[in-house]
C-alpha cells in the first residue's frame, strides 16, 4: 500500500505513477519519483533518512533530464 497520506512518501509515488504513462516511459517515472523523492527529504531537513545511493540515482536521473534540454538550447 502506497501511504497518500503522508506528502513524503505519497507525493513520489504519484510522480511515478503519473510520469509513466504521460511520458510513455517506464524510466522517466521512476527518475521523477527519485529526484521528487530525495528533494522532499532535502527540503524538509530529513536527508539522514536517505540512502546515499539513491541520492546518486537521483543525481543520475536529473542529469538524464537536463543533459537533452542543455544539448538541444546550447547546440551542444
Known amino acids: 500500500d502506497i501511504p497518500f497520506h503522508d506528502f513524503e512518501e505519497g ?10 504513462p ?10 521523477a519519483g527519485f529526484i521528487t523523492y530525495a528533494f522532499l527529504k532535502v527540503a524538509r531537513g530529513k ?3 536517505v540512502h546515499w545511493m539513491l ?10 533530464f537536463v543533459l537533452p ?8
Do not use: Q, W
Open 11 to 20: 507525493f513520489p509515488a504519484l510522480m511515478t505513477i503519473v510520469f509513466m
Open 22 to 31: 504521460f511520458t510513455y516511459s517506464i524510466t522517466n517515472g521512476i527518475g
Open 47 to 49: 536527508a539522514a533518512e
Open 55 to 64: 541520492f546518486l540515482a537521483a543525481g543520475a536521473f536529473l542529469l538524464y
Open 69 to 76: 534540454v542543455l544539448k538541444a538550447t546550447f547546440a551542444l
